[in-house]
T-cell receptor, first 113, second 113 residues
């Protein structure tokens, strides 16, 4: 158990809908990262927050957004969902003391029908 | 930009045999290198990492990897494969310091009884 929690574990929804994925980082970690794992794209970095501020952006679609709250949990919002958005979404966190290491949550499996 | 290449999307070894999973990196700055393992329907677990210092890195579950700058490689090895090692293995790179990870395409390891 990495200490990073993600909810829900599974999400099944329809095209055009909007969903919110939630992540709680390990205690003391300030940085949160979101990654998408799909069969055709592999593991791709989406976005990073550090202590509430957006720090880096990767291949994140405009239909996707994220934020990190004062209690440091983070949410990834996916809207106008398409079939191709079906994937595993991982959250990871890192500590100010061990900046080089990211610990991953169990992931949320999103299925868009 | 940084990248990693994992040679061999599928590797099969007999139980008790040597495991060798290959990873080559490309980086314009000193890289931080990682191996993560993903068991079926689970998240990513950190096996080991190279940041600075000793080039031979030992990780969990008997795995180790050697950073070879001259060959731009960071291959993962284990002297004797166990059935429980069957999983997907990902090599990743970043520049440290709360940086996003760039992953390879993964190698699925199958252990033959």
């Amino acid at each position: 158990d990495s200490g990073v929690t993600q909810t829900p574990k599974h999400l099944i929804t329809a095209t055009g809908q909007r969903v919110t994925l939630r992540c709680s980082p390990r205690s003391g970690d300030l940085s949160v990262y979101w990654y998408q794992q799909s069969l055709d794209q592999g593991l791709q970095f989406l976005i990073q927050y550090y202590n509430g501020e957006e720090r880096a952006k990767g291949n994140i679609l405009e239909r996707f957004s994220a934020q990190q709250f004062p209690d440091l949990h983070s949410e990834l919002n996916l809207s106008s969902l398409e079939l191709g958005d079906s994937a595993l979404y991982f959250c990871a966190s890192s500590s100010p003391l061990r900046r080089d290491t990211q610990y991953f949550g169990p992931g949320t499996r999103l299925t868009v029908l | 930009a940084q990248s990693v290449t994992q040679l061999g999307s599928h590797v099969s070894v007999s139980e008790g045999a040597l495991v060798l999973l290959r990873c080559n990196y490309s980086s314009s700055v000193p890289p931080y290198l990682f191996w993560y393992v993903q068991y079926p329907n689970q998240g990513l677990q950190l096996l080991l990492k190279y940041t600075t210092g000793a080039t031979l890195v030992k990780g969990i579950n008997g795995f180790e990897a050697e950073f070879k700058k001259s060959e731009t490689s960071f291959h993962l090895t284990k002297p004797s494969a166990h059935m429980s090692d069957a999983a997907e293995y990902f090599c990743a790179v970043n520049r440290g310091d709360h940086e996003k990870l760039t992953f390879g395409t993964g190698t699925r390891l199958t252990i033959i009884p």
